[in-house]
T-cell receptor, first 112, second 112 residues
């Protein structure tokens, strides 16, 4: 069945470190993929949407890349800051954009 | 600009009591609407989605039901709460195909 696997449960970095979070997906065809960020006590916010058309997306200093060959997509940021501390979720939609599948989330802590 | 409002912000309820959570979207006609559930420290599980008034599709029921009585309103309810219903309930909307869901601020439910 359709699924998204996000292996990194917790990541701790120092300010100005490089961030890399990877997800893999399982489905038929080429889905649209998303990254969300959730701050404590709030609803998730859409960070990036990446479709097969562009393979990459960027927002707020984050960049997402989509590799159809390995059915993986990752989120990276060159230099993280303390305000980036949050939980990051990768997600995938079904072709009809009616069902969305989320990974387990990566809790990022950035130490000043 | 579109806004999404969930109510109540938080609830403490007894096992076996009824529940009704609400969500309103302003500034967008005929949005796609979604309900998600998030256990403490867990991922987002889609419960229901609706593409039009009066039509709701179940993804995972968890002894809950949903209704869309108006174009801009989505209701989540149950007649009898279980301990396992505790968590964070999130309503989301999207413009339709090819668009990611955008989340509200959520309702935190504690069932005792």
């Amino acid at each position: 069945g359709d699924s998204v696997i996000q292996m990194q449960g917790q990541v701790t970095l120092s300010e100005n470190d490089f961030l890399f979070i990877n997800c893999t997906y399982s489905t038929t065809g080429y889905p649209t993929l998303f990254w969300y960020v959730q701050y404590s006590g709030e609803g998730p916010q859409l960070l990036l949407q990446v479709t097969t058309a562009n393979n990459k997306g960027s927002s707020r200093g984050f960049e997402a890349t989509y590799d159809k060959g390995t059915t993986s997509f990752h989120l990276q940021k060159t230099s993280v800051q303390e305000i980036d501390s949050a939980v990051y979720y990768c997600a995938m939609s079904d072709p009809g954009y009616q069902n969305f599948y989320f990974g387990k989330g990566t809790s990022l802590t950035v130490i000043p | 600009a579109q806004t999404i409002h969930q109510w109540p912000v938080a609830e403490i309820k007894a096992v076996g009591s009824p529940l009704s959570l609400g969500c309103t979207i302003k500034g967008k006609s005929s949005p796609n609407l979604y309900w998600y559930w998030q256990a403490t420290g867990g991922t987002l599980q889609q419960l229901f989605y609706s593409i039009t008034v009066g039509q709701v599709e179940s993804v995972v029921q968890l002894n809950l039901s949903a209704s869309r009585p108006k174009d801009d309103q989505f209701i989540l309810s149950t007649e009898k709460l279980l301990l396992s219903h505790s968590g964070f309930y999130l309503c989301a909307w999207s413009r339709g195909n090819n668009q990611a869901p955008l989340f509200g601020e959520g309702t935190r439910l504690s069932v005792l």
